[in-house]
């Protein structure tokens, strides 16, 4: 791509006529244009294969096929179930009777077997018991139960089970999706919008109809305070000071190629370290947020400090001149002129860092947040940072190793929540930048 | 288009010596950027510093204010003594200094604030206003000195960078004699600005002699000629000469100045 004039030599040519060597050129930018076309239509398209595959697979575990029982019992009855050696299967018993006569009532007749009726809600009699034990005073009145129906029958309405396929097992037979049907058809079994996944827990590996994020998401909160409250002011501090105060030698030298290879480092190694320092060496609780958020600051500050840097370096000198020249000293120089103007690109450089750390599972595996059932939410701030808790791509993964194909579902929905709070976290972080950049 | 400023220029009568340089050597790393330099700068005068490109009149501005300070490799060495204090002494603060010795620099480099916080800020980092409305007097008599005043007294809240570049180089000569100074270091000040913006900028540093003592670095050989009362002639880091400007530029006693300033050298 040599662009050297042809020298006087050549002959007179009209300016209308274009010449060989022009011709190459524009060709030659022609074809570069267009293979930057392609390479952007090659990454759209592969954006757009990823958010439909997301969305379709993740949206179904937003809904929730559930059956609803109008459901009463009696103080006999609880008498009884209660004193019954097996009492989950005496309520069991009474649901399914229930269950019958109502059908009965819509003049529906399907014969089915008490199995069925575990094969498609799974163990109802525990869940029933548990509930009149804690509300004795709804003995006697009548209660709706919204029960979630098994995952395969989850699955048959979603379309993951069909009829076809479905193989006679002791999760699903074949004779049980007409029940299913009946059901449906009468209103029993309705489709609904799955606050629960949301909002809920993670549950054991065999009720993926009950499993939610809400608990994990918590976590991940929890865990991006930490993060962002120590690696933020350390980073930028570290930065400022390397840029603006540290006399150039070989020791920062050493540390600014320290700091450029700690960013490239595998965030597993910070896994391992924070496993040996955080947990065994002082003993921080395991599982915990506060340890998570730890090691993911580490992982963190290298991308802060280098773009804090960067962004520093960008401030033309005679910003800095201008405040020397007034009388300012070099304290007041880096705060009132240099930080604000680098602001925006600290925060671009700490928004890339927080994404990363929010989506990081490795290190979590190690310090115990992955294969973590988190079943409760924690009780206050503190409880927050130290209970033992799962974070978002941790439950994901846990969930995408699981057996059961409904659990799969979930990881897809778990993926669709994990990035609209890096979306929320983006667009916080594009407001503050605006006001930033108004400010000037 | 354009003429020389039609202000009465007085001559220097008997003034007093503000700045005392005495063997001033300046060494970047192992470079001797300026070699014995001694030279009295003048109160209440205009001092301008000629040379050619790299003579070294800037770094020697520079050590003026301690701006050099801020290079790490940069070194000066011998005495130089601002009415009598040196500003080199490890007692001295350079922050304090430059509050004393304001400084003009070659690209109009206003703070991206309003025009208001421009002026403001230098008073208001020393304490200089006790409340908004001295603060007011302050930043008013900054902007009548830096000849602006009536240009942007409608809009001080707009932002500073948003000025013409002949204003905004106004501005920072506000800016820069809004702390009181008494001495104006100018580094190549109109060098960035068109004939008009010179000729507003030069009739300025004519008036700021009533107060200051201020030190011009000028490529322009006119325009140290038409604003300076004292001329120093720079060359590879020497001082060839400094005298009064009519005589620099009528009668130098040095060759190397005159094959100068008739261009043949530079």
Redesign the interface.
């Known amino acids: 791509m040599t662009d050297i004039s042809m020298g006087g030599s050549a002959p007179k040519s009209s300016l209308t006529t274009v010449d060989a060597r022009t011709r190459k050129r524009n060709a030659a930018e022609k074809r570069f244009r267009a293979y930057g076309l392609t390479a952007i239509a090659i990454g759209l398209l592969f954006l757009i294969v990823l958010a439909v595959s997301i969305i379709r697979s993740g949206v179904p575990a937003f809904t929730q096929t559930e059956v609803h029982i109008d459901f009463t019992i009696t103080q006999e009855q609880f008498d009884d179930a209660e004193s019954q050696m097996l009492k989950t299967s005496a309520y069991q018993k009474l649901f399914i009777a229930a269950l019958q006569s109502q059908l009965e009532d819509r003049g529906l007749e399907v014969s089915f077997d008490p199995a069925a009726i575990e094969r498609l809600l799974g163990k109802t009699g525990g869940t029933i018991r548990e509930y009149y034990r804690e509300n004795p005073d709804q003995i006697g009145t009548p209660v709706r139960f919204e029960l979630a129906a098994s995952s395969r029958v989850d699955g048959y309405f979603k379309g993951r089970v069909s009829r076809d396929t479905v193989v006679d097992s002791r999760f699903l037979m074949v004779s049980d999706l007409d029940l299913v049907d009946a059901l449906h058809d009468v209103g029993i079994i309705t489709q609904a919008f799955n606050w629960n996944f949301i909002t809920g827990s993670d549950t054991g590996v065999d009720n993926p109809g009950g499993a939610g994020i809400g608990v994990s998401v918590i976590g991940s909160f929890f865990m991006m305070l930490v993060v962002l409250v120590l690696s933020l002011p350390i980073g930028v501090a570290a930065s400022i000071y390397l840029e603006e105060f540290a ?2 030698n070989w020791f920062t030298d050493l540390i600014e190629v320290n700091i450029s290879n700690l960013a490239a480092v595998p965030s597993i190694v910070f896994g391992i370290l924070g496993l040996a320092v955080f947990i065994q060496f002082m003993h921080l609780p395991q599982s915990a947020p506060l340890v998570g958020g730890l090691v993911l600051t580490l992982m963190t500050l290298p991308t802060i400090i280098i773009s804090t840097r960067a962004s520093l370096k960008a401030v ?1 000198p ?12 070099k304290m ?1 120089t880096v705060f ?2 240099v930080l604000p ?1 680098a602001a925006p690109g600290i925060l671009t450089g700490t928004i890339i860092g927080l994404a990363q750390a929010l989506g990081e599972t490795a290190p979590l595996l190690l310090i115990g947040m992955v294969g973590f059932i988190a079943r409760a939410y924690p009780e206050g701030v503190v409880s927050g940072f130290v209970d033992p808790n799962s974070a978002m791509p941790a439950q994901i993964y846990t969930w995408a190793a699981r057996a059961d194909a409904g659990f799969y579902e979930k990881a897809w929905g778990g993926i669709i929540i994990l990035l609209i709070f890096l979306l929320t976290m983006n667009i916080i972080a594009i407001i503050l930048r605006r006001r930033f950049e108004r400010r ?1 | 288009m354009y003429d020389a400023p039609h202000y009465t220029r007085q001559e220097t009568g008997v003034t007093d010596v503000k700045i005392k340089a005495q063997d001033v050597q300046v060494y970047y790393g192992d470079n001797h950027a300026i070699k014995d330099v001694t030279v009295d700068i003048q109160d209440k005068t205009v001092t301008a510093f000629i040379g050619p490109s790299g003579c070294g009149k800037s770094t020697f501005l520079r050590c003026l204010n301690r701006m050099n300070d801020t290079i790490d490799i940069c070194r000066v060495e011998g005495d130089i003594r601002i009415d009598g204090d040196d500003i080199y002494d490890k007692r001295v603060d350079p922050v304090q200094l430059r509050a004393k010795v304001g400084m003009v620099f070659q690209k109009p480099n206003p703070f991206p604030k309003s025009i208001y916080d421009n002026i403001a800020y230098g008073p208001r980092i020393h304490g200089m206003a006790r409340n908004k409305a001295e603060m007011d007097d302050i930043v008013e008599r900054a902007l009548r000195r830096g000849a602006i005043w009536d240009e942007v007294k409608d809009r001080l809240q707009a932002p500073g960078t948003g000025l013409s570049g002949g204003q905004q180089q106004r501005l920072c000569i506000a800016r820069a004699v809004a702390t009181e100074p008494e001495v104006l270091l100018m580094d190549e000040p109109c060098s960035a600005l068109d004939p008009i913006a010179t000729a507003q900028v030069e009739e300025l540093i004519d008036e700021l002699r009533q107060n200051y003592a201020v030190v011009i670095v000028t490529h322009s050989m006119q325009q140290a000629a038409r604003v300076s009362q004292k001329t120093a002639f720079f060359h590879l880091g020497n001082l060839v000469e400094y005298d009064d400007t009519s005589k620099i530029f009528t009668n130098p006693e040095d060759s190397r100045t005159e094959s100068y300033i008739t261009g043949r050298i530079g």
């Open positions: 006399p150039q033309p005679s910003i800095r001149e201008a405040a020397l020249g007034v009388g300012a000293s007041q009132h002129h103007l000037w």
